[in-house]
Nanobody
Framework: QVQLVESGGGLVQPGGSLRLSCAAS????????MGWYRQAPGMQRALVAR???????NYLDSVKGRFTISRDNANATVHLQMNSLKPEDTAVYYC?????????WGQGTQVTVSS
C-alpha cells in the first residue's frame, strides 16, 4: 500500500519559491525521522533535509538558509518550503524516512527551476 505521497512540485523561475508536501501514514510519521531527498538527472539520490520526531532539523549545505523542513503533526504531513530556488535545485524530490527504506520510495515530484 502507498504510505508516502509527495506533491507540490512544478516549474518555477530562478529566485522563486515552492512548497512540497508529503502525506504519510500515521504509523510512519509518528515513529520515524522524516526526510526529503532529491535526484537530478545522472546523479545519485541525496538527502536534502531531515526532521527528527523531536523537531531537530538538518540540511544539505547547499540548501541551508533557503529550504525549511517542517512537520504537521495533526495531519501527518512533512513540508519542504523552498525559497530562492536555483537551476541546480532542479530534480525529482522524494519523501522517505531516514535512513530511507526501499519499500517507501514513491513517485516523487518534479521540481524544475528555469527561466
Amino acid at each position: 500500500q502507498v504510505q508516502l505521497v509527495e506533491s507540490g512540485g512544478g516549474l518555477v523561475q530562478p529566485g522563486g519559491s515552492l512548497r512540497l508536501s508529503c502525506a504519510a501514514s500515521r504509523s510512519i510519521f509518528s515513529n520515524y525521522t522524516m526526510g526529503w531527498y532529491r535526484q537530478a538527472p545522472g546523479m545519485q539520490r541525496a538527502l536534502v533535509a531531515r526532521i527528527f520526531t523531536s523537531g531537530i532539523t538538518n540540511y544539505l549545505d547547499s540548501v541551508k538558509g533557503r529550504f525549511t523542513i517542517s512537520r504537521d503533526n495533526a495531519n501527518a504531513t512533512v513540508h519542504l518550503q523552498m525559497n530562492s530556488l536555483k537551476p541546480e535545485d532542479t530534480a525529482v524530490y522524494y519523501c522517505n524516512v531516514w535512513p530511507p527504506k526501499y519499500a517507501y520510495w514513491g513517485q516523487g515530484t518534479q521540481v524544475t527551476v528555469s527561466s
